[in-house]
């Protein structure tokens, strides 16, 4: 069966246009992709390392994985799949917290609160278990974008964050941190994000809604006061409940910075195919989709919907409808 991808592939081939290694997707307008389009997912089995408490009712989870397996950039996420018997039948997508090579083999953290059966039975799992994991999937935050980098996390967002500040820092860039919970207890794993941003040389500013750490205030507030101080453009990366992720949005739109929001949503398979993941397009989205015709991938959605999971889960801010974000 050819589909509309391999159709496009064919077509650019005919044409003698040349794509990177590995790449997933049509190439964007401007001759770029995000990093995470460029890879290719694998299935395989991992074995629990460790798992340890993270504060705030909140887990960490460590596994290793087969030397093959794709290392996952920050933004990626991968399906977790607890081995038979389970009380569950579908995966788990699960954020990807921090990627790392141990004797060979990739270590993958994980920061999880365990509030459902699938993530209470994986919160019982000891070291040596077994489960399958599917990825890295998604696409993941642009962090060669020029500009000043401003990380935005808001819970147990920071996770995913603190690994695009090490990113960022591998290639000498320093970013701006902000932080925000409604209240103090909720800044999640605060004393270990103070210790990877002084390494990474991230300045860290908080926000508490209740104003007791920090800046009293919500994270945009505080990102209005920063945003005079920082050499422009702006480059805004950020994680958190969607409604702090449309509030980014908005202030980036309106202050002429460009913002890459993880977005998150229930999944059944995490590769496109089940379309059990929508998120709304923007008009402009809408019609570059139109304009795409066949080539526009075919696992990425249709014209009026995203498919989180594929054309995301990182999205920038003109990309999404956030009147109609849930």
Request: charged share 20%; with cysteine; glycine share 12%.
């Amino acid at each position: 069966m050819i589909t509309r991808e391999r159709a496009a592939e064919r077509g650019r081939a005919r044409a003698g246009t040349r794509r990177a290694p590995g790449a997933r997707g049509p190439a964007k307008p401007d001759g770029g992709t995000h990093a995470a389009s460029r890879r290719t997912w694998r299935q395989s089995r991992a074995r629990v390392v460790s798992q340890r408490e993270y504060g705030a009712g909140f887990r960490w989870l460590e596994l290793e994985l087969p030397a093959g397996f794709m290392a996952p950039v920050a933004g990626q996420f991968v399906q977790l799949m607890l081995e038979f018997p389970s009380p569950v039948l579908l995966p788990r997508p699960m954020s990807v917290a921090s990627a790392r090579r141990v004797r060979g083999k990739l270590r993958v953290g994980f920061l999880y609160a365990a509030v459902g059966t699938g993530t209470r039975a994986l919160a019982e799992l000891p070291p040596g278990a077994g489960v399958s994991v599917t990825g890295p999937l998604g696409r993941g935050y642009p962090l060669h974008e020029p500009g000043t980098p401003v990380l935005i996390a808001g819970g147990r967002g920071v996770a995913p964050l603190l690994m695009a500040a090490e990113s960022l820092a591998r290639s000498r860039r320093r970013c701006e941190f902000v932080f925000g919970a409604r209240t103090a207890g909720l800044l999640v794993g605060l004393t270990e994000a103070r210790s990877r941003l002084a390494r990474a040389r991230g300045r860290l500013h908080l926000a508490t809604d209740d104003g007791s750490r920090g800046f009293h205030g919500d994270v945009v507030a505080l990102l209005a006061k920063l945003a005079p101080k920082l050499e422009r453009p702006l480059v805004i990366h950020a994680c958190g409940p969607h409604g702090m992720l449309a509030a980014v949005a908005r202030w980036a739109m309106a202050n002429g910075a460009r913002a890459h929001l993880a977005m998150e949503s229930v999944m059944a398979c995490g590769t496109g195919v089940c379309r059990g993941c929508p998120l709304p397009r923007s008009g402009e989205a809408r019609a570059q989709v139109l304009a795409e015709g066949a080539a526009a991938a075919a696992l990425k959605g249709n014209p009026e919907w995203a498919m989180c999971c594929t054309d995301g889960p990182v999205f920038e801010a003109r990309d999404l409808d956030w009147e109609r974000v849930e």
